[in-house]
């Protein structure tokens, strides 16, 4: 076990990590198996033995900002179960239309009051907009205010919300704009209090996968939906946007983007929070758009997903004790696993959050960019 630790010693040093150190971004060690386990296999073992309680670190962000910085997932060879999910990805479809419910089955379902929880109070579970906002409350307010600014929304016009949530940009539409809104989940949870929050508003919440989807708007929007979608379906995904858009309308897009173009899920995240999802590249979304969409704007503010996520992560501890009962200790370092690890890609730059204004033919004199 010495030899294993040395390494591991020698490997978080590369990011000023200390074992048993007293900076908050030092890893206390509890379980001398912690080495072998994260050497054989990666980031899943990583995040595993986190949930067992083998390791703890007093800020988890910013252990992450620095082990992410210094690309030691590149130095750790994971185990044959990472190559076998690769090969899996590489071979099959893994995000089909019979499998598309999964991810609403194992996450969106976990109960709405966990998220009632965790997010703002018209429960956006998107990137915020913090330019001039105060809390999370008026960040989100803001996000969704930037995205009808960016399609200029008009009285009465149709949009589609491909991957609504539990409604928060169709109510805000509708209530700021007089839009009327289609929105669609693969969550039950999601549509039941949806269904309930929108009431009384010109918005239908429908259980439909996207291939489903064949009618005309004026407008259509995606929130952080396409990272469930996979590589192999993002050229059927944009036909599909592409299909149900109005010559004359707009496509705002709202992703969490990687740096690179990956064609499988990551271990732990696959595993525990978002199964069968990956990040888009700049170059797949850019494959699938050509001879479909022109590109009018391109913006990244993915540091304001750290923001994001801390004070989701501060709304989940201060929270906590209302929910307890319904979880376990495992469930709760998952999730506290999952939102720091996540903010802490974010800051170090290894995760993007991009909006991407695109239209069929490209605007006659030019699209104006809204910040």
């Not at 670190?57 to 999910?85: H, M, N, P, T, Y």
Request: charged content about 30%; some cysteine; proline content about 2%.
């Amino acid at each position: 076990m010495g030899r294993l630790r040395k390494t591991a010693e020698d490997l978080l040093a590369l990011a000023d990590v200390e074992i048993n150190g007293p900076d908050p971004w030092d890893i206390q060690v509890q379980n001398e198996n912690f080495y072998k386990r994260v050497l054989n296999q990666g980031s899943l073992g990583l995040g595993e033995s986190y949930m067992d309680g083998w390791w703890d670190c007093e800020e988890l962000d910013q252990f992450f900002d620095r082990i992410l910085r210094a690309k030691l997932e590149e130095k750790v060879k994971g185990d044959w179960r990472l190559f076998l999910s690769l090969a899996t990805a590489r071979i099959f479809n893994i995000q089909s239309r019979r499998r598309a419910f999964q991810i609403g089955e194992r996450h969106y379902d976990l109960g709405s009051e966990l998220f009632r929880r965790i997010l703002d109070e018209r429960m956006v579970y998107s990137c915020a907009y913090w330019k001039e906002a105060r809390d999370l409350d008026e960040a989100q307010e803001h996000k969704l205010d930037l995205i009808c600014r960016k399609l200029d929304l008009k009285q009465s016009q149709k949009i589609l919300d491909i991957g609504c949530g539990w409604g928060s940009f169709a109510r805000y539409a509708a209530e700021k704009h007089g839009a009327s809104v289609v929105g669609i989940t693969v969550s039950r949870e999601q549509v039941a209090l949806g269904r309930e929050l929108c009431r009384g508003l010109p918005i239908e919440i429908r259980l439909q996968d996207y291939r489903d989807i064949d009618e005309s708007f004026d407008h259509v929007v995606s929130l952080g939906m396409i990272e469930h979608v996979g590589y192999k379906n993002y050229r059927a995904y944009m036909k599909c946007v592409h299909r149900c858009l109005e010559e004359d309308g707009l496509f705002p897009l709202h992703t969490i983007g990687g740096n690179e173009s990956v064609f499988a899920p990551e271990p732990w995240t696959n595993k525990y929070i978002f199964p069968n999802g990956m990040l888009p590249s700049i170059k797949q979304i850019g494959a699938s758009i050509e001879r479909l969409f022109v590109m009018e704007d391109w913006h990244n503010f993915s540091v304001d997903y750290d923001k994001t996520l801390m004070a989701w992560h501060q709304n989940f501890t201060d929270r906590y004790d209302e929910i307890k009962p319904r979880y376990d200790e495992r469930f709760y370092r998952m999730w506290r696993y999952f939102l720091l690890s996540s903010a802490g890609a974010f800051r170090a730059r290894k995760n993007q959050l991009w909006q991407i204004v695109l239209s069929k033919h490209g605007i006659r004199g030019g699209y104006k960019s809204i910040r």
